[in-house]
């Protein structure tokens, strides 16, 4: 049940903006929301690489739902529009989305802020202070548990139906959104509250304390966050790389076959110029079969106008019966002079799908004369443009021809060309858009054999090797699917597309793509691999641990600043309240003071009474002004009189803070009045003394009944001194002390509070004295528990380190101001014991507090622990002065420093009585080897961990 607010803090509901408010505020309150969700929205999702729909850190529904639980559902129209325009930002970039589905997922953004602010007004109330860890729980239970699945289920069931994501991704795309939200509600709604929230005055204060270091742990998370999306973003880069590389050196080996099947031919018609056609299909059977690696071989023979009837009746008679001459007569075809050598296509394999070509005179096709008289002039291989060939018909596809002019032996008669009379051209022809699909898919089928084999869609151009080329490498990132291209970067070349789809000649720089430039036959090609549908989603699996600890961090960080910032705020405001009452308490203190019945005494330094309460006045029988004449001395008993000049003196030199005595005074009728008498010395501004107090109280009657009672209660008086002692210390010294050194503390902290250096010296003075008070008196109860027997141990299986990181903290701050450089070696085989968590904790930080005050400035301590059998041996050693054998003799002696009370080191000198003491009751005694002017070492085991449960003692 949520604790109830004081009068003071009780507040109602906070109305709608739009109850009671101007449709102007609304207006103005839902467009700032809206421009914020917006650029908090829009910057979330630019942390994805690619952008994604969900975000790692999401701090616009932190801000939402904070605005919805300050001004009520009247801003849920801003959270709506501020969604709808986030989603329509992301649909700009990818273009995936439609407008209805942006407005079901800004429904879904609202309805979530809705919900977790009205969970939030029942389960915490409405106005959340959040300062308490079971509010803090409720509140962030009430938004980012259940509220925050509002929107992720809206949002991908919204996708999924519109088929945005795929079936595969709605899990994980769930789980992001969800843990994207958590984290910006965890984050962002403490910040938002501490700018608007209420009450102004409870949250206010807490924008340093709060928001500072929240909105730093979001730019760290968002920073890792876009750094894990890079490095996604990154694999997925390589993976296309690599299976870019591989396709390019496969499309590049395949396009390098139909060249040396020319090389080839061209040996072979070289050899026997006059091959029949049975035997040049014999010669190049296994060059040329029903694969696309070179879709024709052949020879085209030089004819003069005058053999023309003779080669074809030679050819006829040879090989081919329907033998002719002939021109294409296609469009664009070149005009032939009836005067010109024919270049005649006399031999062709395969004969099923080439036989259109045969008899073909090549000179008439333009885009290939030039590489004919390349190839004649230069007797290397020369490849024609890209052009419909001559054994297509009816059909758009086009091939290359590469051509090698074929000559015989030079003559030697003069006037005859020196490279030999030229007798035709081999040729080998291939169709690029062929040959590249089938040499993607053997690659397909080389780099993933057990992948299913399947033939490409007609017109597709997708192909799916490059998950098995990483696989080959060792990886197994999801793959993009690619497409390839091949270009022609010829000058003057009328069809620069040669294979592919026409869309990879200008291709957009947000598609990745690698090309690869190469020499095919005297042109310049250019080879493009590209992932046509862009990189493959991001791998979620990958960032999900990340996720994961950024929800559950960045919830306890809020969680631990607003309970701190909380618990100040309250501090703060039971301060104001102290100072009311203590001025409440001081009227209600001079009151008593009057009517005490004991005599109160302000005096100067010389003991001439300034101030006196009614009762003293009575007890002596002067009037206030007879004493005010008179000095203390005066009245007192003569033969008191030389102790009190001797404690008054120690008292003004400082040597006592305070005295109390038995003493006697002179009635005005010269009665002797036994008093005890506490007199203390009361300091300026600047420390120095300023004046006496003393505190009479008449023990007269008590002495005389103290008298008879004597010898009765001897032996019970100790006791009861004893009891009285520590009740006392307890509750008259630890009460007040703890008040005194909490309001020191908060006087420190506050920020109006204007001291000066000066003052907070005398403030912190104030604490280290009050601190040290309380350590002697802690120790004293410490002590009196451990002589009667009442001190218990429960002994259990400790982790050692968790005890000594506890230990070391609580000296660090002693440690810093001494210098003192500490050395801590744990043995991994020693990290268990069985003893008593705190008072091992409080062995060990006594040690370390005596290392540290007896050692040198500068000096060293080492702390170690080390495993001798079934005990764990632990030191602490110092560099200081070290113990004389006299000093280790008196070494465990109650309130014995062994003369170290001059010294300025604060103690008590029980500290090790109540070490030793504490280790004997964990089965272990403390030891101690010490050299002069080296420094000492002390030492104790504790027993192994067993099977055993926890005992107590």
């Known amino acids: 049940m949520r604790d109830a607010p004081s009068s003071e803090d009780s507040v109602t509901m906070p109305p709608a903006v739009g109850r009671g408010s101007s449709w102007a505020l609304l207006l103005a309150v839902n467009l700032v929301l809206t421009m914020g969700y917006t650029a908090l929205g829009i910057a979330s999702l630019r942390l994805i690489l690619p952008q994604d729909f969900a975000a790692p850190v999401y701090p616009a529904a932190g801000l939402a739902v904070a605005a919805a639980l300050r001004w009520g559902t009247g801003v849920l129209p801003g959270v709506a529009f501020g969604s709808f325009f986030v989603t329509m930002t992301l649909a700009a970039s990818r273009g995936q989305i439609q407008w209805m589905t942006a407005v079901v997922i800004a429904f879904g953004a609202a309805s979530q802020a809705g919900l977790g602010a009205a969970l939030a007004r029942r389960w915490v109330g409405p106005q959340p202070r959040l300062t308490e860890p079971r509010e803090l729980l409720r509140f962030f239970g009430a938004i980012a548990g259940l509220a925050c699945l509002i929107s992720p289920t809206v949002a991908t069931t919204t996708l999924w139906l519109s088929a945005t994501i795929t079936d595969a991704q709605v899990a994980a795309h769930w789980l992001s959104w969800w843990i994207g939200d958590a984290i910006g509600v965890l984050l962002a709604a403490p910040i938002a509250l501490s700018l608007f929230g209420l009450p102004r005055a409870h949250w206010a204060p807490r924008r340093l304390a709060v928001a500072l270091p929240l909105l730093c742990a979001c730019a760290l998370l968002s920073a890792a966050a876009f750094y894990i999306a890079r490095n996604e973003d990154n694999r997925q880069r390589h993976s296309f790389e690599v299976a870019a590389e591989l396709g390019l050196d496969s499309l590049g080996e395949a396009l390098r076959r139909p060249l040396v099947a020319l090389d080839a031919n061209h040996s072979v018609l070289r050899v026997a110029p006059h091959l029949s056609r049975a035997e040049f299909e014999r010669a190049h059977a296994e060059r040329v079969s029903d694969n696309e690696s070179v879709y024709a071989l052949g020879w085209i023979a030089r004819v003069t106008p005058s053999q023309r009837d003779a080669f074809e009746r030679a050819a006829r008679q040879e090989d081919y019966p329907d033998f002719m001459v002939r021109e294409r007569q296609r469009p664009g075809d070149l005009p032939i002079d009836a005067q010109d050598d024919l270049m005649v296509v006399r031999l062709i394999v395969p004969w099923t799908r080439n036989r259109g070509a045969l008899g073909v005179n090549v000179r008439a096709i333009p885009q290939s004369r030039t590489a004919q008289d390349l190839a004649i002039a230069s007797g290397l291989p020369q490849a024609s443009e890209a052009f419909p060939l001559s054994q297509d018909t009816g059909t758009h596809a086009i091939g290359v021809v590469v051509y090698r002019a074929l000559r015989g032996e030079p003559a030697a008669s003069q006037g005859a060309d020196p490279r030999g009379e030229l007798h035709g051209l081999t040729f080998a022809t291939l169709r690029p858009e062929l040959l590249l699909r089938e040499a993607m898919a053997a690659q397909a089928h080389h780099t993933a054999p057990s992948a299913p084999a399947s033939a490409p869609a007609a017109g597709a151009h997708a192909m799916s090797s490059p998950a098995a080329a990483l696989e080959h490498q060792g990886e197994a990132p999801t793959a993009p699917m690619l497409d390839f291209c091949l270009l022609d970067d010829t000058p003057g070349v009328a069809r620069p597309l040669i294979a592919g789809d026409p869309r990879c000649a200008a291709l957009p720089d947000s598609l990745p793509h690698l090309e690869r430039s190469l020499d095919f036959a ?133 040597d006592l803070d305070r005295y109390s005595r038995i003493k006697r005074y002179i009635g005005k009728e010269g009665q002797v009045i036994t008093v005890r008498s506490t007199v203390s010395l009361l300091r300026d501004a600047n420390g120095e003394p300023h004046r006496l107090v003393g505190v009479v109280e008449d023990i007269g009657e008590q002495l005389r009944l103290e008298a008879l009672e004597l010898e009765h209660e001897t032996e019970l008086a100790a006791n009861r001194a004893k009891s009285e002692f520590l009740s006392r210390m307890s509750h008259e010294l630890r009460t007040p002390l703890n008040a005194m050194l909490g309001f020191a503390q908060l006087l420190e902290v506050d920020p109006e509070a204007s001291l000066t250096a000066r003052q907070r010296d005398w403030l912190g003075r104030i604490q280290q004295s009050g601190w040290h008070l309380l350590a002697m008196i802690n120790d004293t109860l410490d002590l009196s528990r451990l002589e009667v027997g009442q001190m218990r141990v429960r002994i259990d299986d400790l982790a050692l380190d968790g005890i000594v990181s506890d230990s070391l903290a609580m000296v660090e701050t002693q440690r810093q101001r001494r210098h003192i450089r500490l050395e801590v070696e744990l043995d991994e085989d020693a990290s268990q014991v069985r003893a008593d968590a705190t008072r091992l904790r409080q062995v060990l930080t006594n ?29 602490v050693a110092d560099t200081g002065a070290g113990l004389t054998e006299t000093q280790l003799a008196q070494l465990f002696q109650p309130f014995n420093r062994l003369g170290r009370e001059v010294s300025g080191i604060e103690g008590t000198g029980i500290g090790l009585v109540i070490t030793q003491r504490l280790l004997e009751l964990m089965d272990s005694r403390l030891e101690v080897t010490s050299t002069p002017g080296v420094g000492s070492t002390f030492r104790f085991d504790l027993p192994c961990p067993t099977a055993s449960a926890g005992l107590e003692t």
């Not at 960045?554 to 309250?570: D, P």
């Not at 203390?632 to 030199?653: M, S």
């Not at 040690?847 to 030191?875: C, D, M, P, T, W």
């Open 522 to 654: 005297g042109r310049d090609w250019r080879l493009v691999v590209y992932a046509p549908q862009g990189l493959p989603p991001p791998d979620r699996s990958a960032s999900l641990p990340f996720a994961l600890a950024g929800l559950f961090g960045t919830g306890l960080l809020g969680m631990l600043l607003l309970i701190v910032t909380g618990r100040a705020a309250r501090v703060a405001q039971l301060v104001d309240e102290g100072t009311r009452r203590l001025r409440e308490s001081e009227e209600r203190f001079r009151s008593i003071v009057e009517h005490a019945p004991v005599g109160v005494v302000f005096a100067d330094l010389k003991a001439r009474p300034q101030e006196i309460n009614p009762y003293f006045c009575q007890l002596l029988g002067y009037t206030a002004q007879e004493l005010k004449e008179k000095s203390i001395l005066k009245i007192t008993h003569p033969d008191d009189r030389a102790e009190d000049n001797r404690l008054g003196t120690a008292l003004l030199r400082g």
């Open 847 to 875: 040690l370390l507090s005596n290392a540290i005050k007896y050692n040198r400035e500068g000096g060293e301590i080492r702390l170690r622990a080390e495993r001798r059998g079934e005990r764990v041996h632990l030191s």
